[in-house]
């Protein structure tokens, strides 16, 4: 079976970089193709093995479980956030003001 081990971003419901941000996810890979049932409309799969989701607390910890388990696995590197450094000030330097314009 082929699993993927990844960093999960931040949702939009999170404002700081702890919970979800800091662990690594190992997830397995569907199977089969999801189809819609006739009578519900629902949409499912017989394969079960895609609803697990393990949480490490470091990418070669998950590579360990899965070397140990046997499976083929894919490290997607984690993205590095780069962030610019802002000041408030800025908003009023007055090389940037433009007047009549407010």
Do not use: C, H
């Amino acid at each position: 079976m082929q699993v993927r081990i990844y960093r999960p971003a931040k949702t939009a419901m999170q404002s700081g970089r702890a919970g979800n941000a800091k662990a690594w996810v190992l997830e397995y890979e569907p199977s089969a193709p999801k189809q819609p049932d006739n009578l519900m409309g629902w949409v499912g799969s017989a394969d079960t093995a895609s609803q697990l989701r393990i949480r490490f607390a470091s990418a070669e910890d998950a590579v360990a479980f899965a070397k140990r388990k046997g499976l083929d696995y894919l490290v997607t590197p984690e993205n590095v956030r780069q962030q610019k450094p802002k000041n408030y000030a800025d908003n009023f330097r007055f090389d940037k003001l433009e007047f009549g314009r407010f």
